[in-house]
């Protein structure tokens, strides 16, 4: 069992910057690929980026690539979500997810495909 707790949601401005970050406690994280979804009210949860569980491997949703970085750690356990020129529409509550994967580069961006998730913290940009 994994259990994954977000923080550094916040208010900020358009153009402004946040960094999330997901610290995972039960099991190690190095075993897991590791992702961030978004869920803006009354739509969909979507991908925003996703890590290898070595690291070397990421994938991004267009809306967000060259924006957002994710990174992790997996000596401290936890992955970070850098965000950058935020725009109103990255408004959302966003998620930290972790799959158990074998091959060391597989960057899933289903979120059918994760296994654990986190509660969620709210980014909200204002215009």
């Known amino acids: 069992q994994v259990q994954l707790v977000e923080s550094g949601g916040g208010l900020v401005q358009a153009g402004g910057s946040l960094r999330l970050s997901c610290a995972a406690s039960?099991?190690?994280?190095?075993?897991?690929?590791m992702g961030w979804f978004r869920q803006a009210p009354g739509k969909e949860r979507e991908f925003v980026a996703a890590?290898?569980?070595?690291?070397?491997?990421?994938h991004y949703a267009d809306s967000v690539k060259g924006r957002f970085t994710i990174s992790r750690d997996n000596a401290k356990n936890t992955v970070d979500l850098q965000m950058n020129t935020l725009k109103s529409e990255d408004t959302a509550v966003y998620y930290c997810?972790?799959?158990?994967?074998?091959?060391?580069?597989?960057?899933?961006?289903?979120?059918?495909?994760?296994?654990?998730w986190g509660q969620g913290t709210q980014v909200t940009v204002s215009s």
């Open positions: 997810a972790a799959r158990r994967v074998v091959q060391p580069s597989t960057v899933p961006t289903a979120p059918g495909g994760y296994d654990y």
């Open positions: 039960g099991r190690t994280l190095s075993s897991y690929a």
């Open positions: 890590i290898s569980r070595n690291g070397e491997a990421t």
